[in-house]
């Protein structure tokens, strides 16, 4: 059954045949159609409110119904609309009619034949209007989805690990906690040095297996109170509070240095040594307590050193401050 509510605009600086089609339109029940008799007028209709169908006059002064064509689908992409677009002409030359398709014309309608051709094609255009905005609410409702998943997710779907974004979160908690509590925040950031070599010998699905073997090696070295994170391809977090100050020293993290270094990781084309540089950025109260961003470039700095030294690196954010 045809949707006699389908919102039709006819834009035609003639009137006598803007009648007609209009005419034509309500004789066969259609109830929604507007006129406009230039395409400046067409283009203000449609802002208020858009159109399913527009049937066009291809020859107008000022606006001819290629550019009205193509400032409508300017329209459309802003509203996230399509507008189904019929263009009435006397002119059958294969190249304008190529010329018109190439601009974004849907349907070609003769004037010598326009009172048979009209209603068909509208059905026509009814069917693909409805389908291409149907597609286009269904896609715009999965990308709000998408992002709203995005926005609450804290696992790298990778390693299972948690990523950047809870890392953040976590960081900050742990920097007040230790501010109201004693004790320091401990931000250990660990990154393959020679992570970009490997991925130019090996496909990326022995980097991800890759990536994983690192990640459950670093979980079998941290204590199950603190939090590993992945926050980069390459670079892994571990978040932690230790109650005495005074131990919390690379010492304390040793093992997690040593046993990412001196031990292959088994993957599907055979073990692969790994380089890893890691830095220790520790916080207290007793020295103020930064921000999570000066926590977090404090050791991206100290990591770039430990990739020159190739030692377990010790910073703070006041440190590299006074530096």
Known sequence: MPNLD?????????????????????????????VANNAP????????????????D???PEMD???????????????????????????????????????????????????????PRIFAADR????????LRANALLIQNNRALESTNIIDQETGLCNHKYARDRLDKTLRHAEARGGA?????????????LSRKHPPS?????????ARRLKSLVRPIDLLCRVGDNQFALIAYVPNREHCTATTFRRIFDGINHKALKTSVGY???????????ADASTGTPSVHDMEHTAMEGLMSAYETRRFTEISPRALQAG
């Open 58 to 60: 291809w020859l107008m």
């Open 41 to 56: 007028a067409a283009l203000e209709m449609i802002e208020q409110r858009p159109v399913s169908v527009l049937i066009a």
């Open 206 to 214: 022995v980097m991800r297996e890759l990536a994983t073997g690192i």
């Open 185 to 197: 925040a401990a931000y250990v950031l660990c990154g393959i040095r020679n992570w970009h070599e």
């Open 128 to 135: 693909m209007a409805n389908r291409q905005n149907t597609l």
């Open 272 to 282: 692969i040594s790994v380089e890893a540089g890691m830095v220790l950025c520790r």
């Open 65 to 119: 119904g290629l550019a009205l064509t193509d400032r409508v689908r300017q329209q459309d992409e802003q509203a996230n609309h399509y507008t189904y677009v019929i263009l009435l002409t006397a002119r059958e030359g294969v190249e304008a009619l190529s010329e018109a398709f190439d601009r974004g014309v849907d349907d070609f309608i003769c004037k010598s034949d326009m009172t048979k051709q009209l209603i």
């Open 6 to 34: 389908l919102p039709i605009l006819v834009v035609d600086d003639a009137k006598f045949s803007s009648m007609v089609v209009g005419r034509t339109l309500r004789n066969a029940g259609y109830r929604d159609i507007r």
